[in-house]
């Protein structure tokens, strides 16, 4: 398929959807006078983190745009940071991390699989795989000694917590991402545009330590699909990739999509940015589908028109949602499938995400009946933490323990 494309053809594929682009010459000259595959990689710190610690249907969004790139033949790395995890928020319960790892390559392949598209340039690294190294250590020093203080704060601003005494580690952190792109021999960075401020500050600085600077691709903030507002809190807000049918339609029922309004409609961006170009790899073609009880179904193959029946209320809130519970529910088929038939994934699963201990979960609950009128639904994490945001400061000591725990094991296991 790739072969068959245009180098223009790829060049816009690899652009869809996207909000905006730093160095489009340097995919250029890679795609078209190189002719070779562009190189491009995706971090994630988020996996080891005991609280947003599973994959949700959030996760369609980049996935798609990782799909757009395997299909314009590009070699695509995914990076589990698990040391940025660390560094940002000092939360790396360590025997989990390998075993979280290894659940999201399973969902990652699943999802990708799902959506037809080519998987054999795709890699996974974790971070601690390589940036333990002396190389790299020695790089962390030289890029510290030509990037001020000032200007590392400010690349972190909208990634790394802010907090009150700060730490050092957020200042490493934009650091080592732009290091990232070099140790990875990439070409391009994609990620989402609250990534701005690091990209244009890897931009500058790896030439000042004799590196190349490379393209940035940068997606929209998506709203997330139950709505944004009341997502924090609430546990139903997120669907997992392995929630059954009916508890798939019933957070949506819940979710919030308010009448007439487009903007930041939730329900509304995951049909654009995942349904509908998900549609198309499958080789249907851009289609969104709203079977409705009287009339014929409504038939959508761009999003503009989607919007302008939503704003007539033509497309109501109500069919909106039965359309995204159809499509979604057809999207998680395959995945699901995939994990009932394969033992190892079922087995790491059971291993990344262990029921909290007996005693905890009494406490939550006692603690979520306040709150919660359906305690029994809401899962609480292995930390113990259920309340979000708010309340991940609560174990940073024992965090950062584990975490240097860890890294120690890490560095045990590269020297042996
Ligand atoms: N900063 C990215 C994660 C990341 C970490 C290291 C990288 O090299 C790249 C990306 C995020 O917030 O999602």
């Not at 761009?302 to 519970?325: F, R």
């Amino acid at each position: 398929m790739a072969e068959a494309m245009s180098p223009q053809d790829k060049i816009a594929l690899i652009n869809k959807n996207l909000q905006e682009i730093l160095n489009p010459e340097i995919i250029e000259d890679v795609i078209v006078k190189q002719n070779r595959p562009l190189a491009v990689y995706w971090g994630k710190p988020g996996f080891c983190t005991a609280t947003t610690g599973r994959p949700h249907c959030g996760y369609f969004v980049p996935m798609l745009k990782l799909a757009h790139f395997l299909q314009a033949g590009c070699k695509v790395k995914i990076l589990l940071a698990d040391i940025h995890g660390f560094l940002d928020n000092l939360k790396a319960p360590i025997e989990l991390v390998k075993f979280r790892a290894e659940y999201y390559k399973y969902v990652i392949t699943a999802l990708l699989k799902a959506v037809n598209v080519p998987i054999d340039k795709l890699e996974f690294v974790l971070g601690s795989s390589y940036q333990l190294s002396e190389k790299y250590t020695m790089d962390i020093f030289r890029l510290s000694s030509v990037v001020t203080e000032h200007d590392a704060k400010k690349a972190g601003a909208e990634v790394v917590k802010q907090v009150e005494n700060a730490t050092l580690s957020g200042l490493i952190y934009p650091l080592m991402q732009a290091l990232d792109e070099e140790h990875l021999g990439v070409d391009a960075q994609f990620g989402g545009v609250d990534q701005r401020k690091i990209f244009a500050l890897a931009k500058e600085v790896l030439p000042r330590v004799g590196y190349k600077e490379r393209a940035h691709l940068m997606n929209p903030m998506v709203p997330g699909l139950a709505g944004g507002k009341m997502s924090a809190s609430d546990p139903d807000s997120k669907i997992d990739l392995l929630d059954t049918p009916e508890v798939v339609k019933k957070k949506i029922k819940k979710a919030f999509a308010p009448p007439k309004e487009v903007e930041g409609n939730g329900m509304m961006s995951f049909v654009e940015y995942v349904l509908l170009p998900a549609g198309a790899l499958q080789g249907e073609g851009q289609k969104f589908v709203v079977e409705r009880r009287e009339g014929e179904p409504l038939v959508y193959t761009n999003i503009e028109k989607m919007h302008e029946d939503y704003k007539a209320d033509i497309l109501t809130p109500q069919l909106l949602k039965s359309g995204v519970t159809a499509a979604l529910l057809a999207l998680l088929e395959p995945v699901q499938a995939a994990f009932q038939a394969s033992q190892e994934w079922q087995d790491i699963e059971r291993k990344a995400y262990p029921p909290p201990p007996e005693k905890k979960k009494k406490e939550k609950k006692k603690d979520l009946g306040k709150r919660h009128t359906d305690a029994k639904k809401v899962e609480a994490q292995p930390d113990g933490s259920v309340h979000g945001h708010g309340q991940q400061q609560v174990s940073v000591s024992t965090g950062a323990e584990e975490a240097m725990k860890q890294l120690e094991l890490e560095k045990k296991a590269v020297e042996s």
